[in-house]
Each structure stands twice: as C-alpha cells, then as structure tokens.
C-alpha cells in the first residue's frame, strides 16, 4: 500500500482529482491533462501539508498548550523545531469512505477522545465537481456530550505549472494580515502593507510569504483568491465559514514544482488560546464550510 493510503480517483468532464486516505487529502487536481493544484506520488509523504485536510484545528498552537472551560490541555508538540501542535489531528488519519460515486467520494473521521483534546467530534470532508471545477465542503459536529472547541481547514497548494514563482500574478481579497513572532504565532493583528497587499492581481516578483491574513473581501458570502500566469489561471473560491486564510508561497513544493498554498480557514492561527474565530459546537450542534478551485 502507499504512503497515502488508498487513492480515489473521480472525474466529471476534463476534471479529475485524486483524493488520498490519509489525511483525506486532495493529493492531485488536473484540468484537461494539466496541473491546477501540486500533487504527490504514491511513495511520498504529502509534503509541506500538501492538500491535507486541518481538523480540529488549523494552523499553530503555541506550545500546544490551551485552557478550555478552566481545564488547561496540552497536545503534542507535532512541529517540534517551533513548540507548536500544528493542523489538528486528522493530518495523518485514515479517514473512512462514507459514499462514493464516479464523480464524487465523501470521506469520514471520527475525533476520539485523547490527551490534549478530550472531546469527541466527527470530520466529513466531501470532494466533487461543477461544471466550473472542483467543489470541497467540510463539517464538524460534536458528538460528545461537552461543549468543544473546535477549527477546520484545507491546505491546497495552486500550482505555478511550471513557471517560476517571480512571474506569477496573486489576487489576495485581504484587508488584514497577522504579526507573528518567530514561531509564526500571530502576536497582532494590522492592515496589510503596500508590499502584502494583493486585493488587485499584482505580480509576485521576489516576494515571498507564509502568513496569515483576515479582513477578508466577500461577495455575496463568497472570496475569491486568483493564481495567474502565461496562458493559465487558478481561483480558489470559498465562502464565508471561512473568516481567514492563511498564504504561502513555496519555490519547492516538492522536486520540480512552485505552488501558492491559500488555505482556508474557519479561524486564525492559534485560535484555541486567542479565541479569535473560534467556533464553539454545542453537543449535537454541526458546522460547515465550503471551499473550490475553479481552473481557467
């Protein structure tokens, strides 16, 4: 068996994605033969996070400590060069086929109860297509008896198809962007600056990032951040469950591949101990998000 797990292939059309079972990841996405998103092979671990799906949280959380309800938790420190618990716990799950057609796979993770998160919660993530592309909705719903914290994300990497990161242009719908200290834990919040502000398509050049933004743009509930290059573009589109993303851009996703990760995300980095964004589900109570790629 791969590293990823099982792999799924669906398609509609000149679309078609393979999502992996570990991590419920979106391991490729291609439009009429070509790259939309970075993809991983059978024989690797998905790299930089590459299409994972973040549950119960995304992002960082310093220390892995947090105080919920007056009881202090504290998880494993998964990004140990930095002290941090970073994108939940369902990164390295096999998540489970719950329903599964040739243009769709909707995938399911139960959240035990463990030390640092003592709260049950159930993750579906579920990929399919419009006619546009691609389209991912993500739920969370507390199974327990408790009250829980909790946060989702995805971690989509657009692919530069080849071409280098300096001749890319982003779009970025953010007013907001994060000060964060050497851990990359947010320590502020302030508007983006002339070199961060991408809210008309701009061309990246020598700048590069990995950070996170809010102040997020919608329209009629919906974002829209853009990848654009010679001949190609890439939107990812989300709606309005998702008040941040975080931006990254990487010259070596893996050998021979630029991407941009936008990652959308329900709440801010290290929203366990800031509360910022932080969704609290009541037990039975259930939460959703929907996120896509539209290639061009």
Same mark, same amino acid.
């Given at each position: 068996?791969?590293?990823?797990?099982?792999?799924?292939?669906?398609?509609? $059309?000149?679309?078609?994605?393979? +999502? &992996?079972?570990?991590?419920?990841? /979106?391991?490729?996405?291609?439009?009429?033969? %070509?790259?939309?998103?970075?993809?991983? =092979?059978?024989?690797?671990?998905?790299?930089? $996070?590459?299409?994972?799906?973040?549950?119960?949280?995304?992002?960082? +959380?310093?220390?892995?400590? #947090?105080? @919920?309800?007056?009881?202090?938790?504290? /998880?494993?420190?998964?990004?140990?060069?930095?002290? %941090?618990?970073?994108?939940?716990?369902?990164?390295?799950?096999?998540?489970?086929?719950?329903?599964?057609?040739?243009?769709?796979?909707?995938?399911? /993770?139960?959240? *035990?109860?463990?030390?640092?998160?003592?709260?049950?919660?159930?993750?579906?993530?579920?990929?399919?297509?419009?006619?546009?592309?691609?389209?991912?909705?993500?739920?969370?719903?507390?199974?327990?008896?408790?009250?829980?914290?909790?946060? !989702?994300?995805?971690?989509?990497?657009?692919?530069?198809?080849? &071409?280098?990161?300096?001749? *890319?242009?982003? /779009?970025?719908?953010?007013?907001?962007?994060?000060?964060?200290?050497?851990?990359?834990?947010?320590?502020?919040?302030?508007?983006?600056?002339? %070199?961060?502000?991408?809210?008309?398509?701009? *061309?990246?050049?020598?700048?590069?990032?990995?950070?996170?933004?809010?102040?997020?743009?919608?329209?009629?509930?919906?974002?829209? &951040?853009?990848?654009?290059?010679? $001949? @190609?573009?890439?939107?990812?589109? @989300?709606?309005?469950?998702?008040? #941040?993303?975080?931006?990254?851009?990487?010259?070596?996703?893996?050998?021979?591949?630029?991407?941009?990760?936008?990652?959308? !995300?329900?709440?801010?980095?290290?929203?366990?101990?800031?509360?910022?964004?932080?969704?609290?589900?009541?037990?039975?109570?259930?939460?959703? =998000?929907?996120?896509? +790629? *539209?290639? $061009?």
């Amino acid at each position: 068996m791969s590293l990823c797990g099982t792999v799924w292939v669906i398609a509609n $059309g000149k679309h078609r994605a393979e +999502i &992996a079972e570990v991590g419920a990841g /979106l391991r490729s996405y291609t439009h009429d033969g %070509n790259d939309v998103t970075c993809h991983y =092979g059978d024989n690797e671990l998905p790299p930089k $996070g590459c299409g994972t799906t973040l549950v119960p949280w995304p992002n960082r +959380i310093r220390d892995g400590k #947090y105080t @919920f309800d007056g009881v202090e938790q504290q /998880l494993a420190l998964t990004e140990p060069d930095k002290r %941090n618990a970073i994108h939940g716990l369902g990164r390295w799950a096999r998540w489970s086929v719950l329903e599964q057609a040739s243009d769709f796979v909707r995938l399911g /993770l139960d959240v *035990v109860p463990q030390k640092g998160y003592p709260f049950q919660v159930h993750a579906e993530v579920r990929y399919g297509f419009r006619p546009d592309g691609l389209v991912v909705e993500l739920t969370g719903r507390n199974d327990g008896a408790q009250r829980v914290p909790f946060g !989702m994300g995805s971690h989509p990497y657009l692919s530069t198809r080849g &071409a280098s990161l300096d001749d *890319v242009s982003l /779009l970025i719908p953010v007013a907001e962007t994060f000060e964060v200290d050497d851990r990359q834990v947010p320590v502020g919040r302030r508007p983006v600056s002339e %070199n961060e502000d991408f809210r008309a398509s701009a *061309v990246l050049g020598g700048r590069r990032f990995d950070q996170g933004f809010t102040g997020v743009e919608f329209t009629h509930g919906v974002a829209r &951040a853009e990848l654009r290059g010679d $001949g @190609f573009s890439a939107t990812l589109w @989300f709606g309005d469950a998702f008040g #941040y993303v975080q931006g990254y851009t990487v010259d070596d996703v893996s050998a021979g591949q630029s991407g941009v990760a936008f990652e959308p !995300m329900s709440c801010a980095p290290d929203a366990f101990n800031s509360g910022d964004g932080l969704v609290v589900l009541e037990p039975g109570e259930t939460w959703t =998000g929907t996120w896509g +790629i *539209v290639p $061009g």
